[in-house]
């Protein structure tokens, strides 16, 4: 039962994180300066997939999941290949938008070349979503459709921007939303690391303020639990173990249908 899911490459009117995506507000009076860094990182197969194609990347202050696609063992090694790349590729770096978008198409190029060089693997890829903690920014990098969301001031937003075909329908205001999370071609998505030669990454820079909560997930996650859902847990649990716990309990609660990876990473105050 490995995932398997087919492509759409469409090369029209490809977006970037910043469209559409207007920056969160801040709550009245809200301090604008970064804090101490605080995250906690899950991953589960699932109730129903027989093994876990996700990978975790957690190197310093840059954070991220991976969701693998590919028959036989092609998801789980292009997801694994490419947390290899991006920590080797961050680790002793600053983090940049340049520097991300670099990580991530040395990612690219390894598992591509992997594929090329490996029959049976060929094809395999992988959806990556990027969160890299500067000293006073967020840099986030974004390919395929796992997802990065930000709690601010009360106010839960996805900022990044998904590469799928229902994706694409819904900006171009021929789905819902609603439409969208029952559609039959909901898992096609339109871009992955590893199945092209060439690569586009949407990459885009965030401030970091105290009191920030991000929320980096699979669609292992949100395809499991509601908007309101997420927000509902992300607001009423304050430390990060514990609601990371709790999002992947409901998760599975709800069927686990597919694998279930997420970071929750919290910007608190540094005498916490």
Same mark, same amino acid.
């Given at each position: 039962?490995? %995932? ?15 469209? =559409?995506?207007?920056?969160?507000? +801040?709550?009245?009076? @809200?301090?604008? %300066? ?18 876990? $194609? ?11 999941? *991976?969701?693998?696609? =590919? ?6 090694? !292009? ?8 920590? !080797?590729?961050?680790?002793? %770096? ?41 000293? %006073? ?6 390919? =395929? ?12 937003? $996805?900022?990044? $921007? ?17 439409? !969208? @999370? ?38 292992? +996650? ?17 430390? *990060? ?8 309990? /409901? @998760?599975?609660?709800?069927? =686990? ?7 929750? !990473?919290?910007?608190?105050?540094? /005498?916490?």
């Amino acid at each position: 039962m490995n %995932k398997r899911r087919r492509f759409f490459f469409s090369r029209e009117a490809k977006k970037t994180l910043e469209d =559409g995506v207007p920056e969160p507000r +801040l709550e009245d009076g @809200a301090d604008e %300066k970064p804090g101490r860094l605080v995250f906690a990182a899950r991953t589960d197969v699932g109730r129903v997939r027989l093994n876990n $194609q996700d990978a975790l990347i957690e190197c310093g202050a840059l954070l991220g999941v *991976a969701d693998g696609m =590919g028959g036989h063992k092609g998801g789980e090694v !292009a997801s694994d290949e490419t947390r290899q790349a991006l920590i !080797a590729s961050a680790e002793g %770096k600053t983090p940049s938008e340049d520097a991300l978008r670099e990580a991530v198409l040395s990612a690219n190029k390894k598992v591509y070349d992997h594929s090329v060089e490996e029959q049976s693997l060929s094809g395999m890829g992988t959806t990556c979503t990027l969160a890299w903690f500067g000293e %006073k920014e967020v840099y986030l990098a974004q390919v =395929g459709d796992s997802r990065c969301y930000l709690l601010r001031g009360g106010e839960l937003r $996805q900022v990044t $921007q998904d590469h799928s075909m229902v994706a694409e329908l819904v900006r171009s205001g021929m789905l819902t939303e609603e439409d !969208a @999370a029952r559609h039959p071609m909901r898992n096609i998505i339109t871009r992955a690391v590893g199945t092209d030669e060439e690569l586009e990454v949407d990459t885009l820079t965030l401030p970091r303020r105290r009191g920030d909560r991000w929320l980096l997930c699979s669609d292992g +996650l949100y395809g499991m639990l509601t908007p309101q859902e997420l927000k509902k847990l992300l607001q009423e649990e304050k430390d *990060a173990d514990a609601c990371a716990d709790r999002l992947m309990e /409901s @998760a599975l609660e709800a069927g =686990g249908r597919d694998n279930v990876s997420l970071i929750v !990473a919290d910007d608190r105050e540094v /005498s916490e």
